[in-house]
């Protein structure tokens, strides 16, 4: 049998994933990252991004997070998201709206902070419609 | 004795408040267990993040960050402070604002003073008149995000990295069961993992830090802290809710004890009243 990994995601409000995966593939920081089983250890912090989760018979699950932090242990890792929310349940008319008022935020900005705020409001809502976009295609096929 | 008419008036206005706590007694038992499936959802992030934490403290990090530290002197300590917005919970709020007021006194002995954050318009009114209060929130109303927090705790953060207070407290009350809410007051900086942890895992090892301990570190640390406080106001709003059902439960036996009372009273005194009509009547019968 295939080398397995624990999987655990939450948030402050809820739990969103328990369950074993083959490997996933992560927006951390600096990239996209993919963990295996007996990773070593790391810490990295999360993009806005989706998390997609391979399982055992080629099973694929993606769940959106929002930022975050990633700890992997050789056989555990834990995703603590700032708001997960299941991909099917994206509200895509909510992100469409956000990006509107980031993209008008951008096109009158004033101060850094705003710009910034913008920006990240901006990646959130890209990602966002990127996995609507996905489990959609995956829906018609 | 009072006449029939008066207790009449008082029964009519005991059963009017009766309708009424008994509809909050109501109101607060179906909010109770909503707040107690906030309180579930919550935990297994509060745990993980614990786990987290704790093997953070484990590693050997290069970098060692300032939350994890003991500082040695302890000039000023800051408490962030979580009651509810309301009354009528019984001594819900009284209790948890008593037991500060002890630790305070016990620093202030030692002559350490404190500042305090409060989250919930009673723990702002009553701290009003006797501490510094540097930050505050309220009504959250019964669904708190943790975006409500960030703010708040950000400040006391931002007062512990500027030497401005060298412990962080979090008050709340626990939820225990629906009878029994303890005040707690646990100490959330510096960050100590317990001792009989230290004993696992005694082989050095380190993370991987992307892309660096201290960015990594920084971010972790305030998740952690901004969900320590998230878990104290979801429980305690859990806790005002049950304190509430049953301060409304006793209140709406009361006022059934005290209408039977009156009910008996009122029929003594119609009863009085129909017997001296009476003797009236036969006595001026026999007059005549």
Not at chain 2, 41 to 66: C, G, Q, T, W
Request: glycine share 6%; hydrophobic share 45%.
């Amino acid at each position: 049998m295939a080398m397995t990994i624990h999987v655990d995601i939450v948030s402050a409000e809820s739990e969103i994933f328990s369950g074993v995966a083959e490997h996933i593939s992560v927006p951390a920081q600096m990239g996209e990252v993919g963990i295996y089983p007996r990773h070593t250890q790391m810490l990295t912090p999360l993009k806005p991004g989706e998390v997609r989760i391979f399982k055992h018979g080629g099973e694929e699950e993606a769940i959106y997070v929002s930022g975050g932090v990633m700890e992997v242990q050789p056989h555990v890792i834990t995703i603590l998201s700032d708001t997960a929310v299941r991909a099917a349940d994206l509200d895509e008319a909510a992100a469409l709206e956000a990006k509107r008022a980031a993209e008008e935020a951008l096109a009158n900005r004033s101060g850094g902070m705003e710009l910034a705020e913008a920006q990240t409001q901006l990646a959130e809502a890209m990602a966002q419609l990127q996995t609507i976009a996905r489990v959609r295609k995956k829906l018609s096929r | 004795m009072a006449s029939g008419k008066e207790i009449r008036t008082k029964i009519k206005s005991i059963q009017n408040t009766q309708k009424i706590t008994r509809a909050m007694e109501m109101v607060a038992a179906s909010k109770m267990r909503k707040a107690q499936e906030r309180m579930a959802a919550s935990r297994p992030y509060a745990d993980k993040m614990r786990n987290v934490i704790h093997h953070l403290a484990f590693a050997h990090p290069e970098y060692k960050h300032p939350y994890l530290l003991e500082r040695t002197e302890v000039k000023r300590v800051g408490y962030i402070i979580v009651s509810s917005d309301r009354g009528l919970c019984g001594g819900l709020n009284n209790n948890l604002f008593r037991d500060v007021m002890r630790d305070m006194q016990a620093w202030k002995a030692k002559g350490v003073d404190s500042s305090v954050c409060t989250i919930g318009a009673k723990a702002a009114a009553f701290f009003r008149r006797f501490a510094n209060i540097k930050a505050k929130i309220s009504h959250l109303g019964d669904t708190p995000g943790v975006n409500d927090l960030i703010g708040t705790v950000k400040v006391m953060l931002d007062a512990y990295d500027a030497g401005e207070i060298d412990r962080l407290y979090l008050v709340f009350n626990e939820f225990v069961n629906t009878m029994t809410q303890k005040p707690t007051i646990e100490q959330m900086l510096p960050a100590m993992p317990a001792e009989e942890d230290k004993k696992r895992l005694g082989y050095h090892w380190d993370y991987i830090y992307e892309p660096d301990a201290k960015t990594v570190l920084d971010g972790l640390l305030v998740r952690y802290i901004e969900s320590l406080v998230y878990q104290g106001v979801v429980e305690n709003g859990a806790c005002e809710m049950a304190a509430r059902m049953v301060a409304m439960k006793a209140a709406s036996d009361n006022a059934g004890n005290l209408i039977d009372e009156l009910a008996l009273a009122y029929n003594k005194a119609r009863q009085a009243a129909i017997t001296q009509e009476l003797s009236e009547i036969v006595a001026g019968a026999a007059a005549v």
